[in-house]
Nanobody, 117 residues
Framework: QVQLVESGGGLVQPGGSLRLSCAGT????????MAWYRQAPGNQRELVAF???????KYTDSVRGRFTISRDNAKNTVYLQMNSLKPEDTAVYYC???????????WGKGTLVTLSS
């Protein structure tokens, strides 16, 4: 059974930092492109960042320079380091594992990040 379990969300003040983690089980983690998405209240889910199995990364414009995605294949874990957080970063953050060659795509249940002063 495939599971992606996110952790690390919480309440943080603007300008603060958080590190999200997503641990995967039941998949050959290193073969997947891993991504973080987020969904704010009333908005559609949007891609935040992804990292390919070879380590290439891409970010949405609103987080570039503030967020860093990384992976540790030995721990089957992907991270999202979030710095200089802004109120508009408030959202539920979801982990995604994608492997187009086998048409596999999995989602975690999300972790809530709330910015509050």
């Amino acid at each position: 059974q495939v599971q992606l379990v996110e952790s690390g969300g919480g309440l943080v003040q603007p300008g603060g930092s958080l590190r999200l983690s997503c641990a995967g089980t039941g998949i050959s983690f290193s073969l997947y492109t891993m991504a973080w998405y987020r969904q704010a209240p009333g908005n559609q889910r949007e891609l935040v960042a992804f990292i390919t199995r070879l380590g290439s990364t891409k970010y949405t414009d609103s987080v570039r320079g503030r967020f860093t995605i990384s992976r540790d294949n030995a721990k089957n874990t992907v991270y999202l380091q979030m710095n200089s957080l802004k109120p508009e970063d408030t959202a539920v953050y979801y982990c995604n594992a994608d492997r187009p060659s086998s048409q596999e795509n999995y989602w975690g249940k999300g972790t809530l990040v709330t910015l509050s002063s």
